[in-house]
């Protein structure tokens, strides 16, 4: 159906929710409930999986932090060691980003240049970088008389 306004198209669509709204959220629950209810808990083991497997290989047989030695998986992230990361996501597009690094990454045999930081770890490295941290205000926190 052609609408010679976007206008026009929008009033359509809204005069069509309201009238078959009861409709559209019976349609939209069941979707949900189909795609997510019977995926979801599978993903989440598998992602899991491949998140401790390439943890593991980087953490030298465990899944620990290089620096503090956090164990939470959780907690823990895959770190580029020359903090290349976002020359590596514009280069590689869709291949490498958030955790479809996991897989990126097992599948491409473990490259060199990873290594497992928690999160804190990989914050302070990434601000000791930028040249954002004062160490010396840091000071007060760990004086234990306040």
């Known amino acids: 159906m052609a609408y010679s306004t976007m206008k026009k198209r929008a009033d359509y669509q809204r005069k069509y929710y309201t009238e078959h709204r009861a409709e559209i959220l019976k349609q939209q629950k069941l979707r949900r409930e189909t795609v997510t209810g019977r995926n979801t808990t599978y993903h989440r083991k598998y992602k899991?999986?491949?998140?401790k497997e390439v943890m593991?290989?980087?953490g030298g047989g465990q899944c620990v932090c290089?620096?503090?030695g956090e164990t939470n998986l959780y907690c823990l992230s895959i770190?580029?060691?020359?903090?290349?990361?976002n020359q590596e996501r514009k280069t590689k597009r869709f291949i490498v980003w958030g955790g479809n690094i996991y897989g990126y990454l097992r599948k491409a045999h473990y490259p060199t240049g990873y290594q497992v930081l928690c999160m804190n770890?990989?914050?302070?490295k990434w601000a000791i970088q930028r040249g954002?941290?004062?160490w010396s205000?840091?000071?007060?926190?760990e004086d234990?008389?306040?």
């Not at 899991?48 to 998140?51: A, F, L, M, S």
């Not at 770890?121 to 302070?124: K, L, N, R, T």
């Not at 205000?137 to 926190?141: A, P, R, T, Y």
């Open 48 to 51: 899991r999986r491949i998140k």
């Open 121 to 124: 770890c990989q914050f302070i």
């Open 79 to 85: 770190d580029h060691i020359n903090g290349r990361g």
């Open 56 to 58: 593991m290989h980087y």
């Open 132 to 134: 954002d941290v004062d």
């Open 144 to 146: 234990n008389s306040i």
């Open 137 to 141: 205000l840091m000071s007060d926190i």
């Open 66 to 68: 290089a620096i503090c």
